[in-house]
């Protein structure tokens, strides 16, 4: 996923530890709009959540998440990224729980 992440959304920034036996089964990205993307990115179908005051956090579960959904949740990321659909007012308002 974040090499993915890394190849298609250049704005995004890595705030996870790379090596994955530090980082777990999470990997959280900064961005300035995290709040607003991550709400675009949930209306496209993919769940991740918000962390103040910028992190977009998406978490793997290998049970259940085979290697074509994570590369689908990138596509639809980088959807969201590359048209800006986080800029959508509907995105903006903040509620309590992400």
Known sequence: FIAEVE???PMLTLASPRDPSARGS???FQFEHGYAAMQALIAQGVIGDFRAPDLMRFGF???YIGAD???EAAR???HVMQNRLW???VYQA???VT
Request: include cysteine.
């Open 7 to 9: 190849a298609l959304c």
């Open 26 to 28: 999470q990997a959280s």
């Open 61 to 63: 579960a290998p049970l």
């Open 69 to 71: 959904d994570v590369k």
């Open 76 to 78: 639809r990321l980088a």
């Open 87 to 89: 800029d959508d007012s």
């Open 94 to 96: 903040r509620a309590a």
